[in-house]
């Protein structure tokens, strides 16, 4: 093969795809193969569907003969969380009542990735019903982070997070309730994108993975040239999810490379900076300073009810959810694991009227970012406010930076998810991205957030910030 | 709450054992406590958000 296809992006190998310099099939196969070899490891993949994969290449391979090139994801290995549903391959949302579930039908994200004629390697691991942010999960096992497998790799899109991060797809799609693909993508040292509520269809996602006012599609990439490409595959309205947005479809890629000098960029202050690590700390005082460098204007700001978040966030998301879960809460109670049924049934305990002043407190949250938003054309924060705890120190129900050990979760949820659910609640768009690495070695995340339907201005602004630091650049150590 | 739970437990046949009930009340009562900031707001003109539909 012409370049070294394990290294290079989807924007670097789509032209070489187009061109027949390198073959779809030979480029699926170097992918499962590593895959294979790397899995057990990880454990970053529940089901690898090769035979389908190879069919599939092989299918692409003779389109490209035939001159008929689809596009930038022809040919390219991609992998799906395991909540997405697929055609004909076992979709079980982490969960023990779905491990046997083969859904007839694929979801419109899912549809549309196969229709740009990209190649299925197979399923990611994830947390349990996708309600937590470690995917320790207690059906299909822990999925270990591929810069320590000692550590987590951050949830609940874990899996997918992990499979980009150590080459064994080049995106995977997730979801994103509270924090769900920014998180993982943080820990994992990736770029990983929650687009603005209703850009991407949620047609197919498994219900009670995701709360119908928080949820959204997702997406993990190794750049946010990639992660452009591929948003511009799945947006747009679907007929199918009367949630998603009749919003015309940019040129996602159109900003990519062009100047931000005068950009205006809050720096968002909230209920989340008492659980902000000093090393966390430092390392968004460094983007700022790069942001700046950039010609960007910078300054704190903040918004008069951010501290309603939690509530509103807890509120919405674990009664929607109780809701969807009702008809398996009724019959397979013993099917759960004992905290996620546990934290089902609590949720049945809110009264409807806590759940109306959730989303009454909503709007006056969103319409006081939408100000913000007027004043600032961006806002930046952490995506994490502490550096990715161990497998056993989230088994043992903590975390530890700056000599302090504290809970993992209280009932806000788990700590990690503090800095992302202000853009579940909002809807806003959000992309993480590597902005450094903890005193332990593994990434730190940045997350840049934009306007409703302001994508391409957060390509644009997250794109030029990667090329100035290169911390994309670095790879995990895992065996060639 | 723990009325309720009960009550709950008995209508899905959870089969809670009386410790999981202990837990579950306390946690449904830290969520009682964090849903309290939602009635200190003045939202006497606010309807709720129920559906994110914005156009650019």
């Given at each position: 093969?012409?370049?070294?296809?394990?290294?290079?992006?989807?924007?670097?190998?789509?032209?070489?795809?187009?061109?027949?310099?390198?073959?779809?099939?030979?480029?699926?196969?170097?992918?499962?193969?590593?895959?294979?070899?790397l899995n057990p490891h990880l454990n970053a993949?529940?089901?690898?569907?090769?035979?389908?994969?190879?069919?599939?290449?092989?299918?692409?391979?003779?389109?490209?003969?035939?001159?008929?090139?689809?596009?930038?994801?022809?040919?390219?290995?991609?992998?799906?969380?395991?909540?997405?549903?697929?055609?004909?391959?076992?979709?079980?949302?982490?969960?023990?009542?779905?491990?046997?579930?083969?859904?007839?039908?694929?979801?419109?994200?899912?549809?549309?990735?196969?229709?740009?004629?990209?190649?299925?390697?197979?399923?990611?691991n994830?947390h349990?019903?996708?309600?937590g942010g470690t995917t320790i999960n207690?059906?299909y096992g822990t999925t270990h982070n591929p810069w320590n497998v000692d550590y987590i790799a951050g949830g609940?899109?874990g899996g997918?997070a992990a499979a980009?991060a150590a080459?064994?797809?080049?995106?995977?799609?997730?979801?994103?309730?509270?924090?769900?693909?920014?998180n993982p993508?943080s820990m994992c040292g990736?770029?990983?994108?929650?687009?603005?509520?209703?850009?991407?269809?949620?047609?197919?996602?498994?219900?009670?993975?995701?709360?119908?006012?928080?949820?959204?599609?997702?997406?993990?990439?190794?750049?946010?040239?990639?992660?452009?490409?591929?948003?511009?595959?799945?947006?747009?309205?679907?007929?199918?999810?009367?949630?998603?947005?009749?919003?015309?479809?940019?040129?996602?890629?159109?900003?990519?490379?062009?100047?931000?000098?005068?950009?205006?960029?809050?720096?968002?202050?909230?209920?989340?900076?008492?659980?902000?690590a000093?090393e966390?700390?430092?390392?968004?005082?460094?983007?700022?300073?790069?942001?700046?460098?950039?010609?960007?204007?910078?300054?704190?700001?903040?918004?008069?009810?951010?501290?309603?978040?939690?509530?509103?966030?807890?509120?919405?998301?674990?009664?929607?959810?109780?809701?969807?879960?009702?008809?398996?809460?009724?019959?397979?109670?013993?099917?759960?694991?004992?905290?996620?049924?546990?934290?089902?049934?609590?949720?049945?305990?809110?009264?409807?009227?806590?759940?109306?002043?959730?989303?009454?407190?909503?709007?006056?949250?969103?319409?006081?970012?939408?100000?913000?938003?007027?004043?600032?054309?961006?806002?930046?924060?952490?995506?994490i406010?502490f550096p990715v705890p161990t497998i056993e120190q989230c088994q043992a129900g903590y975390v530890e930076f700056?000599?302090?050990k504290?809970?993992r979760?209280?009932?806000?949820?788990?700590?990690e998810?503090?800095?992302?659910?202000?853009?579940?609640?909002?809807?806003?768009?959000?992309?993480?991205?590597?902005?450094?690495f903890s005193q332990s070695g593994l990434p730190l995340?940045?997350?840049?957030?934009?306007?409703?339907?302001?994508?391409?201005?957060?390509?644009?602004?997250?794109?030029?910030?990667?090329?100035?630091?290169?911390?994309?650049?670095r790879r995990p150590a895992l065996p060639? | 709450?723990?009325?309720?739970?009960?009550?709950?437990?008995?209508?899905?046949?959870?089969?809670?054992?009386?410790?999981?009930?202990?837990?579950?009340?306390?946690?449904?009562?830290?969520?009682?406590?964090?849903?309290?900031?939602?009635?200190?707001?003045?939202?006497?003109?606010?309807?709720?958000?129920?559906?994110?539909?914005?156009?650019?």
């Amino acid at each position: 093969m012409a370049v070294d296809a394990i290294a290079a992006t989807i924007s670097e190998l789509a032209p070489l795809l187009r061109r027949k310099k390198i073959s779809p099939v030979e480029l699926t196969r170097l992918y499962l193969e590593r895959a294979k070899r790397l899995n057990p490891h990880l454990n970053a993949y529940t089901t690898l569907t090769e035979e389908q994969a190879l069919a599939d290449a092989a299918r692409a391979e003779r389109e490209i003969h035939q001159s008929l090139y689809r596009g930038p994801l022809h040919g390219i290995p991609f992998s799906i969380k395991d909540n997405l549903s697929t055609r004909g391959i076992r979709t079980t949302a982490g969960s023990k009542i779905l491990a046997d579930w083969v859904p007839d039908f694929d979801a419109t994200a899912v549809q549309r990735v196969k229709a740009a004629g990209a190649i299925l390697l197979g399923k990611t691991n994830m947390h349990e019903w996708a309600l937590g942010g470690t995917t320790i999960n207690p059906f299909y096992g822990t999925t270990h982070n591929p810069w320590n497998v000692d550590y987590i790799a951050g949830g609940s899109s874990g899996g997918s997070a992990a499979a980009v991060a150590a080459d064994l797809c080049l995106a995977s799609i997730g979801t994103d309730s509270a924090q769900s693909v920014r998180n993982p993508a943080s820990m994992c040292g990736i770029v990983g994108l929650k687009p603005t509520y209703g850009r991407v269809s949620q047609f197919g996602t498994v219900a009670g993975t995701g709360a119908y006012s928080t949820n959204h599609i997702g997406l993990l990439t190794r750049t946010v040239e990639d992660c452009a490409l591929v948003l511009q595959t799945i947006a747009g309205h679907d007929p199918k999810d009367p949630l998603s947005a009749h919003a015309p479809v940019p040129n996602f890629s159109l900003g990519i490379g062009k100047a931000v000098k005068g950009m205006k960029v809050g720096i968002l202050r909230g209920y989340f900076d008492a659980f902000i690590a000093k090393e966390v700390s430092a390392s968004v005082c460094q983007a700022v300073a790069a942001l700046n460098s950039l010609g960007m204007q910078t300054e704190e700001v903040t918004t008069p009810h951010l501290d309603l978040i939690p509530a509103i966030k807890v509120c919405t998301s674990r009664v929607e959810n109780a809701a969807a879960h009702d008809p398996y809460l009724r019959t397979k109670a013993n099917e759960y694991s004992k905290a996620t049924l546990h934290s089902y049934i609590a949720a049945l305990l809110t009264p409807a009227t806590t759940y109306v002043m959730a989303q009454r407190a909503r709007r006056i949250v969103c319409d006081e970012f939408d100000e913000l938003l007027k004043r600032v054309q961006l806002l930046i924060l952490p995506t994490i406010g502490f550096p990715v705890p161990t497998i056993e120190q989230c088994q043992a129900g903590y975390v530890e930076f700056d000599g302090k050990k504290i809970p993992r979760q209280d009932c806000r949820g788990g700590l990690e998810s503090f800095c992302c659910i202000p853009f579940n609640v909002t809807g806003l768009p959000a992309i993480s991205l590597c902005c450094g690495f903890s005193q332990s070695g593994l990434p730190l995340g940045l997350q840049i957030v934009a306007g409703s339907f302001q994508e391409p201005l957060l390509f644009q602004v997250a794109h030029a910030y990667e090329r100035l630091t290169e911390w994309y650049r670095r790879r995990p150590a895992l065996p060639a | 709450m723990e009325e309720q739970l009960r009550k709950l437990n008995r209508e899905y046949a959870f089969n809670l054992s009386e410790a999981e009930i202990q837990a579950i009340t306390r946690r449904a009562e830290e969520f009682e406590r964090l849903f309290s900031c939602l009635y200190e707001v003045d939202l006497s003109d606010t309807t709720p958000l129920l559906k994110l539909d914005k156009r650019p």
